[in-house]
T-cell receptor
């Protein structure tokens, strides 16, 4: 069965600090997809990134970067120079190619203080 | 706006009443999902449709829950004889099928918040 674990329930940082959100997953499939979503206070889940299991190249998008390590089943998300607007709950998710459902972690509440 | 639309956004009901939520997916998306999210938790999968066919149901979906997607367009999620434990945010999401535009991501609506008194 697929499972996603986000061990950090809450993180609080001061603006301009870098912050890393951890994600560890479990799956028996050899091919799968990993996702990160952001859920701001308004409630709507916003897609941030998708990563295929066969592509371990790290990705950077502006202040966001993702570190995918298949050997440790981790897909960590780093925000550089955090801003107050980054305050939200961030979810890591997994979808096996053998299925259609997306399995979410329990989320990490990030608070960026001015 | 051509995003996923859900209504009502908020529903307060008394225990034992039936409630129905509606989801209008993005028009070209043939796959539709229902999730439930309680406070402080991640979304939990409930059920999945491909066109009008309900292909997967979670064990979370008790007999009191039923979902339909007639004609493969909008979907409804009905909860009969509501219980206080049903209080949650019910999220609908959609995505296209196979093809160049399918990046695998789900597009979520803003959710329907249910409070059972």
């Amino acid at each position: 069965a697929q499972k996603v674990t986000q061990a950090q329930t809450e993180i609080s940082v001061v603006e301009k600090e870098d912050v890393t959100l951890d994600c560890v997953y479990e799956t028996r499939d050899t091919t799968y997809y990993l996702f990160w979503y952001k859920q701001p206070p308004s409630g709507e889940l916003v897609f941030l990134i998708r990563r295929n299991s066969f592509d371990e190249q790290n990705e950077i998008s502006g202040r966001y970067s993702w570190n995918f390590q298949k050997s440790t089943s981790s897909f960590n998300f780093t925000i550089t120079a955090s801003q107050v607007v980054d305050s939200a709950v961030y979810f890591c998710a997994l979808r096996e190619t053998s299925g259609s459902r997306l399995t979410f972690g329990e989320g990490t509440q990030l608070t960026v203080n001015p | 706006d051509t995003g996923v639309s859900q209504n009502p956004r908020h529903k307060i009901t008394k225990r034992g009443q039936n409630v129905t939520f509606r989801c209008d997916p993005i028009s070209e998306h043939n796959r539709l999902y229902w999730y439930r999210q309680t406070l402080g938790q991640g979304p939990e999968f409930l059920t999945y449709f491909q066109n009008e066919a309900q292909l997967e149901k979670s064990r979370l979906l008790s007999d009191r829950f039923s979902a339909e997607r007639p004609k493969g367009s909008f979907s409804t999620l009905e909860i009969q004889r509501t219980e206080q434990g049903d209080s949650a945010m019910y999220l609908c999401a959609s995505r296209p099928g196979q093809g160049r535009r399918n990046t695998g991501e789900l597009f979520f609506g803003e959710g329907s918040r249910l409070t059972v008194l």
